[in-house]
Every structure is written in structure tokens, then in C-alpha cells.
């Protein structure tokens, strides 16, 4: 098992760390042109709801990411020092009140390109795991 790690200050302009941080893991683990995108999009989402609605920009806090590759797996932790939300109680995006908002969908996004996700630590920390194809 090996474990990676990224940690930076809640800010907007942390999101660009992640892909830098993504693409070494890439050519590390050879992670195919397919999940790439996947992966991406699952861990910008996470990291963007971390600094917006977990730490609330404040960047005093941090965001944590962990890359735990296992068994042909690499499972993400993106955590924040918030307070953490119920994942049970978001309201539907796909509602008819909610359709065309602008945002609001990026748990189900995640839920979508992750091939598992859990939220713990009442919220705070989301873990995705995505299966390789070879490592």
C-alpha cells in the first residue's frame, strides 16, 4: 500500500495544485486516458465543495487529500476542517425546483464518475475509489 498526500490552504486557486498532483499520479500509476477525466472532475468537484461550503474560503483552514493506491485501486480522501453536512439531506438537482440551477450538482457528479464514494466524518471528508485497469 502507498499513500500520497496534498495539502494546501482553502483557496480557489488551490484547485490548480490537484490536477499538478493528479498528473504525477498519472504517470506513476498509468492511469488510463479513459478514468483520467473521471478522477479529475470527481476530485475538483470534492475539493471545490471543501473550500466553499466546508472551510467557507477561509483560508486560514486547509484541505487535505490522501491517494491510497491498494489492490489496484485508488482511493481519494479529500477532507476540510468544516463542519460537515448530511449527504441525505441535499436536495434533489434533478428536481423540477432545482433543474436549472447552476450549480448544486457536484455530489451527484461524483456519485456518477466514482466507482464507490462515502462521506465520513459527519461530511467532511469525501473518499471516491477507482479501479485500475493495471498497475
Known amino acids: 500500500m502507498k499513500i500520497h498526500k496534498l495539502v494546501f490552504k482553502s483557496e480557489p486557486d488551490g484547485i490548480r495544485l490537484v490536477k499538478d498532483w493528479l498528473d504525477k499520479l498519472s504517470v506513476i500509476y498509468n492511469i488510463c486516458d479513459e478514468l483520467y477525466p473521471d478522477i479529475l472532475i470527481s476530485l475538483t468537484e470534492a ?18 487529500l490522501f491517494c491510497v493506491v491498494k489492490k489496484k485501486k485508488l482511493k481519494f480522501k479529500v477532507m476540510d476542517e468544516g463542519k460537515g453536512f ?7 438537482p434533478l428536481s423540477n425546483e432545482r433543474i436549472a440551477l447552476e450549480n448544486g450538482r457536484g455530489v451527484l457528479i461524483m456519485k456518477e464518475l466514482a466507482h ?18 493495471s498497475i
Open 47 to 64: 475539493v471545490n465543495n471543501a473550500i466553499h461550503h466546508g472551510n467557507k474560503c477561509d483560508a486560514s483552514k486547509r484541505i487535505m
Open 86 to 92: 448530511n449527504e441525505k439531506k441535499l436536495p434533489d
Open 116 to 133: 464507490e464514494i462515502r462521506f465520513k466524518k459527519h461530511g467532511s471528508m469525501v473518499e471516491m475509489t477507482f479501479k485500475l485497469k
